[in-house]
């Protein structure tokens, strides 16, 4: 499997990082630590130097409560951003947003990926989608970033995120969108308690027989501090677990803050399945 742009191939026949730059004040993990271009620039060479794939870019916060944000500010948080990574790397970018103006935007500053939570739903998102060819990552999600943790419910997260989430697909490739182009992410902590978020990542081999590459987001999330009772600062070993059970059944794009050691953990994995250092 892979996903190519323009000239730019990613191999995923071994899972991949993504590593998560937030060009936000009020994201629940960085804190807003890299708000500033500067700040950024550091975070995405240090992820660079760690062996990161894919840098996604995000300028608006989907924590639960979070303020919205006008989509200039979402311009002028992203696009510096991504225009700094194209000048400086040449690694894949992607861009977290539901916005298809910045969309367009970001794909015009040198993006790669459409990284949208809200797969493609709102007004002309999938026409632009499809009409600037290029990869796009559709993830589920129950409600709304502002009440969409009150109380989730399901009769069967796993057939319901399946279903959605196959649905979007049709409506993606009924819109031009090819079918080489589609990723999709069953969307942890999204309008899911912690027993549904167990159930998504036992499931993930089901999510996988859809046969689009599976890209996931675990890192630091709550569910992780709902297991280990750790605040958000402490939770990089539970994060890096977590990658690596998904990477085993079937991720191939695993979303973190912890580029490093997310790396090293899945060479390990790599080193054992592929076999290393024999004779
Ligand atoms: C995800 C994301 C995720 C994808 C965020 C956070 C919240 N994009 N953007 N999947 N989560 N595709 O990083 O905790 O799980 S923002």
Redesign the pocket.
Known sequence: MQITHKDRVLDLSRPRVMG?VNVTPDS??DGGRFFKPDAARAQVLSMLAAGVDIIDV?GES??PGAKPVSVQQELDRVLPVVEMVRRETDVWVSV?TSTPQVMQEAAGAGANLI?D?RALSRDGALEVAAQLNMPV?L?HMQGRPVDMQNNPQYDDVVAQVIGYLRERCQDALAAGIRSNNILV?P???FGKTLAHNLALLRALPLLAKLEYPV???M???SMLGDITGKPVEQRQAASVAAALMAALRGAHII?VHDVAETVDALAVLHAIEQGMGEE
């Open positions: 998560v629940f993990s995000g989907t924590r977290d990284n939570v990552c993830m992410d969307g942890f902590g890209l996931v987001g890192s630091r999330k979303r």
